[in-house]
């Protein structure tokens, strides 16, 4: 079995590393002076936002209860089936010779052991492929598209060289990935925004998903616009971000983006009865996850580089922006929440960061003055 590399959490093209791009790729190639739609989308992935850096998170932050439940089903399966396995090889030497000397005994219990014993391996490995790339690793990995500097930085793993920097230029290939998901009448088309580091022969050397999943080109394109507006034009004019990630993510928290994933407009108040035992299990293999892993840490240089300028009226989350799950459209923080939020402005101002009124108030001065 060939497994991926560690640095993606949905690895679905780490076969091409050393090979030629597709057809498809090179069709499908972005630009990052050219428009690639009318309107620029923000989906959901941002950490923060201002003049000099966008930070967004990477694709599988919002799926990683997934790889847990993933790993706990495989695991559980692994042990049961070595168990059984275990139990179908010794099984002679627990019977009577009598039953021992039965003819067609041996030949069973050999054949029962090797099924369950191959079985179990074969989950083991599914076991240990989520495990190796999602445990023991980062709590997220974010990626900054630095306009100061014209490059973007992407932590991929906690090893050295995990941090990778990609100039912003059109001699970079950035293209609309896409594959296809599911299988029968079931299956569908997925769309995302790579990044192809290549070699001089043309061939594929690693590469990197910018943004989220869609399912439609126009999505996508969206998507794409909103970074290629951004580093070209800065954030003036963009849309406000979909929501702002929490940088450190409580249980509370991983519940409740689990818990969004899994309620339902037409029951109302009665889906979070109906779903709760499923949110709980989602939300304890989300933070069994990132219980084993460590936070992601830049390097000072780049640090500094990304790094708001004071008083920057475009800098959010503002010091009264709620940070989390329930920022998103229609979600209703609890007071808890609210307090949450309450407490941490004073320290977010003493940062430098505005609040929203006096963030409207620079831009309209600034307007003005303009004018």
Partial sequence: MKFPTKDERTPFYFRQVGKPLGQWELEHRL????????????YGNVYRIDSTCLEITDESQSRMQNVGMLWLICSAATVLLLTLGLLAATSPFRDSAEMMAKGGYWPGTIIGALIT??????????????MRRNMFTLKRRPIRLNRKTRRIYAIRTKDAGGIWEVPWS????????????????????????????LDAD???VRAFVLGQFALSLEAIHAQWEY??????????????PHHFWAPRETFWEGYKICRCGKSSSALGALSDIIFLPFVLLDAFARWL?????????????IEAACKPMPNDPYARPYADDYIGERSRPGGKPSREDLERMWVQQPQRQRDGALTRAEAEDLIRQQTEAAA
């Fill in 31 to 42: 630009s990052i002076s050219r428009p690639a739609i009318d309107e620029a989308v923000e």
């Fill in 117 to 130: 014993l191959s079985a179990g391996g074969f989950f083991g490995l599914l076991a240990f492929d989520p």
């Fill in 170 to 197: 059109e001699d970079e290939f950035f293209c609309v990935g896409h594959r296809r998901m599911g299988g029968l009448s079931r299956a569908y088309d997925m769309y995302d925004i790579r990044h192809y580091q």
């Fill in 202 to 204: 043309g061939n594929v």
């Fill in 227 to 240: 970074y290629r507006r951004y580093m070209q034009n800065g954030p003036a004019g963009l849309p406000e």
């Fill in 289 to 301: 996850v990132l219980v084993t892993c460590s936070d992601p840490v830049w390097p000072p240089e």
